[in-house]
């Protein structure tokens, strides 16, 4: 079994790629984590959750999950307040933690000023 340090969930949104990767590196090197990026991160959370999520705790068993929002994402249309976000990936964050008691989940948000806590 090749171990994951950590899982990254992220959108697909361009604009800040570059951002969380750099944040991410603070974290782990390539090698070292699985990445998710789905349109939205959380806000899907059937699809982030359900298949693919599940699928990196199974095979990989990730110590810790980072989840990225992002401000101004088209998957949230009009609605793209921090609160809204801080909810979605709230929720998801306790589905992380039933899934797996142990596993630690940080939760932050990329905006156009930098990488800030959720
Ligand atoms: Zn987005």
């Given at each position: 079994m090749h171990k994951a340090k950590i899982l990254v969930i992220h959108c697909i949104?361009?604009?800040?790629q570059e951002m969380i990767d750099a944040d991410v590196k603070q974290n782990?090197?390539?090698?070292?984590f699985d990445r998710i990026a789905w349109p939205g991160a959380s806000i899907d959370f059937e699809n982030v959750k359900n298949s693919a999520i599940d699928v990196s705790l199974k095979l990989?068993?990730?110590?810790e999950v980072i989840i990225y929002e992002h401000e101004d994402c088209g998957a949230y249309g009009q609605n793209n307040a921090f609160e809204t976000h801080k909810k979605n990936a709230q929720k998801l964050k306790e589905a992380l933690i039933e899934a797996s008691p142990d596993i630690k989940v940080t939760l932050k948000i990329a905006t156009f000023e930098g990488i800030k806590e959720l």
């Amino acid at each position: 079994m090749h171990k994951a340090k950590i899982l990254v969930i992220h959108c697909i949104d361009l604009r800040f790629q570059e951002m969380i990767d750099a944040d991410v590196k603070q974290n782990a090197s390539y090698g070292e984590f699985d990445r998710i990026a789905w349109p939205g991160a959380s806000i899907d959370f059937e699809n982030v959750k359900n298949s693919a999520i599940d699928v990196s705790l199974k095979l990989h068993q990730p110590d810790e999950v980072i989840i990225y929002e992002h401000e101004d994402c088209g998957a949230y249309g009009q609605n793209n307040a921090f609160e809204t976000h801080k909810k979605n990936a709230q929720k998801l964050k306790e589905a992380l933690i039933e899934a797996s008691p142990d596993i630690k989940v940080t939760l932050k948000i990329a905006t156009f000023e930098g990488i800030k806590e959720l």
